[in-house]
C-alpha cells in the first residue's frame, strides 16, 4: 500500500506541483527588488575587480612574478567576493518583463566570468614566467576578440532598462 501512494505521488502529485511553480517555492521580485539585487551584485562585482587590479602588476616579467606570489593571500577575499557576486546574479529570479535580459546576462557571465575568475586565481598562485605570459595572453585574446554580449555590456543593458522604465 505504501510503494502504491509513493508511485501515486511521484506520477501525479510532483508534476502538478512542477507545472504550477509549487516546487520552486520562489516567487518572482518586483521591478524595484530586482533593480536593488541586481546593483548589489554588480557592487560585489567592480569592487572585487578593483581590488584585484590593485594588487595586479601592469607588468609581466620577473619582478611581476614575485608581486603576484607577494598578493597571493591579498586576493583571496576579492577572488570570493567575485564569486559571490556571480552566485547573487544566479539566484535572482527576475520579475517576467525582465527575464530575457536577465538570462543574457547569465549567459554572457557564463561565456567568460568563470573562465576569467579561474585565470585571476591561477595569477596569484604562478611560478613561472611562463605561465604569466600564457594567463595574460588568454585575457587578451578574449579582450580583442568581444563582441558586445559581455557581461559588463549586458549589465549596463540591464540598468538602462531598468532607468528608462523608471524603477
Not at 30 to 44: C, L, N, S
Not at 157 to 165: E, P
Request: hydrophobic share 45%; with cysteine.
Amino acid at each position: 500500500m505504501a510503494k502504491r501512494a509513493v508511485r501515486l505521488i511521484l506520477a501525479v502529485i510532483i508534476p502538478i506541483m512542477l507545472l504550477s511553480g509549487c516546487a520552486s517555492g520562489e516567487k518572482r521580485l518586483t521591478a524595484e527588488e530586482y533593480k536593488a539585487a541586481v546593483e548589489g551584485a554588480w557592487d560585489k562585482y567592480i569592487n572585487s575587480m578593483l581590488d584585484l587590479i590593485e594588487i595586479t602588476p601592469l607588468t609581466v616579467d620577473e619582478a611581476a612574478l614575485k608581486e603576484f606570489a607577494e598578493n597571493a593571500e591579498k586576493a583571496q577575499p576579492a577572488l570570493k567576493m567575485r564569486e559571490q557576486s556571480f552566485r547573487e546574479f544566479k539566484e535572482i529570479n527576475p520579475p517576467e518583463k525582465y527575464e530575457e535580459l536577465h538570462n543574457r546576462l547569465i549567459a554572457a557571465m557564463d561565456a567568460w566570468e568563470y573562465e576569467q575568475l579561474e585565470l585571476h586565481r591561477k595569477m596569484f598562485e604562478v611560478k613561472t614566467l611562463g605561465e604569466l605570459r600564457e594567463i595574460t595572453d588568454r585575457i587578451a585574446e578574449h579582450a580583442e576578440n568581444s563582441t558586445g554580449d559581455t557581461f559588463p555590456m549586458v549589465y549596463i543593458l540591464v540598468a538602462k532598462q531598468l532607468s528608462a522604465d523608471n524603477v
